[in-house]
């Protein structure tokens, strides 16, 4: 649940970015490519991040122009001069950064300490994007409860100091892609802003709603990091026998793995769903929409998961200043922010909503802001559930379901062998023993659900047996599989664990029954499995075992494939509740059993 404020007003934001406005043409004078190989990167990932201008704190001779506590300074006396305070009447100070100038002390302690102010609270934050959102909370909830009158929370990043052309060049033979692809992604910037308790006299204030922050790092890798060699990720840096022997190990290289990011962004719209269900938000109240991505790309891939969740915010409320002002990662909200309040004509109880995911070892976070004109609060607006269509709550429920389930998968230890690397064949082929009974087994249930629906299903009736058809003997592609991988046993020799059994028998018992559309509940965490659990397994696999490819042709057709899958799904689903809505609580009582047994499979593999 998000933590709601009743006393928290945002009165100033300001920002700070160094130097001139850099374009594309002039980047290589600052970080210049190295080689053949990180220009042809450099294209391609300028031409998809759509970010045209960015600013860095360092010049053409990589000498540092500004250190990060000056940028955050800087960032500070705006915000602070547009309310008419200075530093010594902020009581507490919260900062967020992937890295401050020093590893140690703490990045607000090293601020405060640049002022020469006078004593304060400060607490200090060290992540990625969503520290910045980390140090907003720290500083909301000292003003709500009341321990000081103001706070201020400041973010500043610096990554162009780790990004020089002649840092790269020492180490050439350990760059790769996801040590180039952040070169030509991120730059340098500060933000900050001012909470108080009380509004604005004149002029704009936000009151602050409320703040979602959750992690999700026991899910998923790291997918952004600096500290250790990609080749060997639980390696410190410190584990060497000296800083220069990590530095030549790459393991001061800041990377991202790109294959989990759409994870990434399917987690958030998740959480946002799940907000949406607590009725925290609704999406039609919503008049701003500030969203915090890399890649234009990306912003592509947020709104069609909106679209598909019936949770649409049109365009024209989206707001991103990242084709001007660049990616400034834990930053990037402020300046965003400072940038729109200066360009927006605000009016008396708009609501502003900031999403901002972070890709470290995900975490997503979402604030709601409401807009307050010269110290006059209105009436604050009642968050009443829409009504929506019945599928359209059927879909919000589901992926509440789905969004726990999938958790618990990618928790589970089979997943975490897979994503460390070290699962082995044995480990492999026991999964497959496992699982071909089941695939087996799955176009029988689905006919006979089939021959137990009434004809006034028939429509339904044709799609199910257009899945069956499908995916009939599919479980001769995972058999095959699992004898390139080395597997002996013969086909009908194979066993359910006591996860896969129970899921089993449930499935028959409920495909015996009369009408069971509540097998469409079951299919619908079945069939997400294949499409996003698998997929977000399979790099990770193939890399841990290093056989051959034929021994994975089952996961990648069902990780291409089962898109479709859902499409037809849906389609059921719709034909489902118009003809018999009652059906309803039945396919959701199945997805949540289902999901339960599927988990206890994931959990016995082992």
């Known amino acids: 649940m998000p933590a709601h404020f009743k006393r928290v007003y ?29 220009s042809r990167i450099k294209r391609r990932i300028l031409a998809e991040n759509g970010i045209q201008n960015r600013h860095y704190g360092i010049n053409k001779e990589g000498q540092t122009m500004y250190s990060s506590s000056q940028m955050a300074a800087k960032a500070i006396d705006d915000t602070l001069s547009k309310i008419n305070k200075n530093i010594n009447e902020i009581p507490f100070l919260s900062s967020g950064t992937v890295g401050a100038d020093l590893a140690a002390p703490g990045f607000a302690n090293l601020i405060q300490g640049h002022y020469k102010a006078a004593p304060m609270q400060t607490m200090s934050f060290q992540g990625i994007c969503a520290s910045g959102v980390a140090a907003m909370k720290a500083a909301a ?57 009380k509004p604005n006299e004149k002029g704009i204030s936000l009151k602050l709603d409320w703040i979602h922050l959750k992690s999700f790092s026991g899910d998923y890798p790291t997918c952004m990091q600096i500290g250790a060699p ?74 069609t998961l909106l679209d598909k969740a019936g949770l649409t915010i049109p365009p024209e409320k989206w707001f991103s200043n990242l084709k001007t002002k660049g990616n400034t990662g834990a930053a990037s909200i402020f300046i965003m922010m400072d940038e729109f309040m200066k360009t927006h004509d605000l009016k008396p109880g708009q609501k502003i909503m900031c999403f901002v995911p972070e890709s470290g070892r995900f975490t997503v976070s979402f604030l709601l802001f409401e807009v307050i004109k010269d110290g006059k609060a209105n009436e604050i607006k ?11 709550s059927l879909l919000l429920e589901l992926g509440a379901i789905w969004h726990d389930y999938r958790s618990s998968v990618l928790r589970s230890e089979f997943a975490h062998k897979i994503f460390n690397g070290t699962i082995t064949k044995t480990d492999y082929q026991k999964w497959m023993e496992n699982w071909i009974p089941q695939v087996r087994e799955g176009s029988i249930w689905m006919r006979t659900a089939i021959s137990n629906l009434s004809t006034k299903f028939e429509g339904i009736q ?13 479980f001769n592609i995972l058999y095959s599989d699992y004898k390139n991988a080395g597997g002996a046993k013969a086909l ?96 959701i009582a199945t997805a949540r059993k289902v999901a339960e047994l599927y988990k206890k499979q994931w959990e016995l593999v082992l």
């Open 10 to 38: 945002l009165n100033s934001v300001g920002s700070f970015l160094p130097g001139p406005a850099i374009n594309n043409e002039e980047m290589d004078a600052y970080v210049g490519s190295i080689n053949t190989q990180s």
């Open 141 to 197: 909830q000292v003003v709500e409860l009341q321990e000081f009158k103001s706070s201020v929370a400041v973010a500043t990043e610096f990554p162009s100091r780790l990004f020089k052309a002649s840092r790269f060049q020492k180490i050439e033979e350990n760059v790769d892609f996801d040590s180039h692809f952040l070169r030509w992604m991120l730059s340098d910037g500060a933000g900050a802003v001012c909470f108080e308790d």
């Open 230 to 303: 990609w080749s060997d990720p639980n390696k410190s840096y410190l584990d060497y026998s000296s800083l220069e022997e990590a530095e030549k190990n790459g393991s001061f290289l800041l990377r991202q793995d790109i294959r989990l990011l759409p994870n990434l962004f399917d987690v958030g719209v998740s959480e946002f769903m799940s907000l949406v269900l607590n009725n925290d938000v609704q999406p039609q109240e919503i008049d701003y929409f500030l969203c915090h991505y890399s890649s234009e790309r990306f912003s592509g891939v947020i709104k």
């Open 382 to 392: 009642k968050t009443t559930p829409p009504v929506r269509k019945p599928v359209e």
């Open 462 to 474: 044709e799609l199910i047996e257009m899945h069956a058809g499908e995916e009939q003997f599919d």
């Open 492 to 587: 009908d020799d194979l066993k359910r664990n006591a996860g896969g059994e129970e899921l089993n028998n449930f499935m028959y018992t409920k495909a015996r029954s009369k009408d069971p559309l509540g097998l469409l509940g079951g299919i619908f965490i079945i069939e997400g499995t294949g499409n996003k659990i698998i997929p977000t397994l399979l790099p990770f696999l193939k890399k841990g075992l290093n056989m051959q490819m034929n021994v994975f042709k089952f996961l990648e057709y069902h990780g291409e494939n089962d898109v479709h899958h859902i499409e037809r799904w849906a389609n059921a689903v719709e034909m489902a509740l118009a003809i018999e809505p009652s059906s309803y609580d039945e396919i």
